[in-house]
């Protein structure tokens, strides 16, 4: 069983920034894919980035040059740090991880960026 649990969200103004940290209950370095997802409360959960154990990053096109995900493979952490927040960044983050066939997911963390 994986437990993924996530932490560093809360209320920032536009234009701050937060860094967002995912703590696994076992090595980052077996999981095949780990990402990034939110969903903005009344919307569907979107992918926000992923990370691949070969090291390929990819961004949704939103959060590009703003958002950057990386890992901790000493910590067995995936972290978010987000940079230059907007109110559409407001929404639960969730952590998720690929391990052989199944994903496993974390409870989420609240991010609100007011204006």
């Known amino acids: 069983q994986v437990q993924l649990v996530e932490s560093g969200g809360g209320l920032v103004q536009a234009g701050g920034t937060l860094k967002l940290s995912c703590a696994a209950s076992?090595?980052?370095?077996?999981?095949?894919?780990m990402a990034w997802y939110r969903q903005p409360t009344g919307k569907d959960r979107e992918l926000v980035a992923t990370?691949?154990?070969?090291?390929?990053?990819t961004y949704a096109d939103s959060v590009k040059g703003r958002f950057t995900i990386s890992k901790s493979n000493a910590k067995n952490t995936l972290y978010l740090q987000m940079n230059n927040l907007k109110p559409e960044d407001t929404a639960v983050y969730y952590c998720?991880?690929?391990?052989?066939?199944?994903?496993?997911w974390g409870r989420g963390t609240q991010v609100t960026v007011s204006s």
């Open positions: 076992r090595s980052t370095l077996s999981f095949n894919f």
């Open positions: 998720a991880a690929d391990l052989f066939s199944a994903r496993y």
């Open positions: 990370l691949t154990n070969g090291g390929m990053l």
